[in-house]
């Protein structure tokens, strides 16, 4: 079975990109959905949190306090790597889990914003990386995230790899510009996974 991994910054597409590859019947492993999920239900990890960022971590019903450590972490960069270090690294063995309950499947993937941050590339056969430029992201996110000012946004894209850089260390770039249709660019990738897979 092939691992595959889809990246790319805050606003490119890429949940839109990887519908299409679960309407083709593809498993989509979400790692910022599962990562939360992991927080959350991780006793090891829960015990790792609380030591680093103290009982308050979680509320006294046992809830995650995502936004005391949004807080504490965000605007702190050696609180965010630390907590990035934590986390990581039980999101990669509940992935590997994941995997081998899909183990029929010709090919899997995996979303990831920061597949190269976190080093889950590692784990990968193959990574896809989704682009779009600049304005085109900013407006996306300003129209679907009515919380965020443009400052916000550019703030979570100064924490992310810079585009190019993911561009370049990925086999294969899907362009989600507004200007190049994505379906017939995921048809021949899957088309090419599946061949691949077969061999």
């Given at each position: 079975m092939l691992?595959?991994?889809?990246?790319?910054g805050i606003g490119v597409g890429k949940t839109v990109v990887c519908r299409m590859f679960a309407l083709l019947g593809v498993p989509v492993y979400d790692a910022d959905t599962r990562a939360k999920w992991v927080m959350q239900h991780?006793?090891?990890l829960r015990q790792e949190l609380?030591?680093?960022?103290?009982?308050?971590?979680?509320?006294?019903t046992g809830e995650?306090?995502?936004a005391y450590l949004a807080k504490l972490a965000f605007n702190n960069p050696?609180?965010?790597?630390q907590l990035n270090a934590l986390v990581h690294p039980h999101v990669?063995?509940?992935f590997a889990k994941w995997v081998s309950s899909h183990?029929?499947?010709?090919?899997?993937?995996?979303?990831?914003a920061l597949m190269y941050e976190s080093d889950s590339w590692k784990q990968m056969d193959q990574i896809i990386a989704v682009y779009a430029p600049l304005e085109v992201r900013i407006k996306r996110l300003l129209q679907r995230d009515a919380h965020r000012t443009e400052a916000d946004i550019k703030a979570i894209m100064a924490r992310q790899l810079e585009e190019e850089e993911k561009i370049a260390r990925s086999r294969h770039v899907i362009y989600n510009d507004d200007t190049r249709l994505i379906i017939p660019?995921?048809?021949?990738?899957h088309a090419q996974f599946l061949s691949e897979s077969a061999r």
């Open positions: 691992k595959i991994g889809i990246t790319g991780d006793q090891a609380k030591a680093a960022y103290g009982p308050q971590t979680f509320t006294a995650l306090d995502r050696a609180r965010l790597a990669g063995n509940d183990a029929g499947q010709p090919y899997v993937l995996k979303e990831a660019q995921v048809l021949k990738l």
